[in-house]
Nanobody, 117 residues
Framework: QLQLVQSGGGLVQPGGSLRLSCAAS????????MSWVRQAPGKGPEWVST????????YYADSVKGRFTISRDNAKNTLYLQMNSLKPEDTALYYC??????????WGQGTQVTVSS
């Protein structure tokens, strides 16, 4: 059974850091591009970042560029999102997703990130 199980997240002060993880199972993780998408309260989904199968190519939304880093460990079937210099506007429910460019077919369960003093 295909699963994307997320961990990490929580409450952090502005300027702080968090790391999200997404453990994949039930499919050949290394064959798929992976992405992070977030949804803030009262807003639609916002693409955050994408990484290609091998991890050599990464892409970021302008809103997080220079602060967030996407990575993957294909040996561990795990996707990561390192978030630094967090801002209140980063507060959202974060999802990992299989695929890229709005062609996501499987999603993690979501994890809340709250940036507040």
């Amino acid at each position: 059974q295909l699963q994307l199980v997320q961990s990490g997240g929580g409450l952090v002060q502005p300027g702080g850091s968090l790391r999200l993880s997404c453990a994949a199972s039930g499919f050949t993780f290394s064959n798929y591009d992976m992405s992070w998408v977030r949804q803030a309260p009262g807003k639609g989904p916002e693409w955050v970042s994408t990484i290609n199968t091998g991890g050599a190519s990464t892409y970021y939304a302008d809103s997080v560029k220079g602060r967030f880093t996407i990575s993957r460990d294909n040996a561990k079937n795990t996707l990561y999102l390192q978030m630094n210099s967090l801002k209140p506007e980063d507060t959202a429910l974060y999802y990992c997703a299989r695929g890229r460019a709005d062609t996501y077919d499987y999603w993690g369960q979501g994890t809340q990130v709250t940036v507040s003093s």
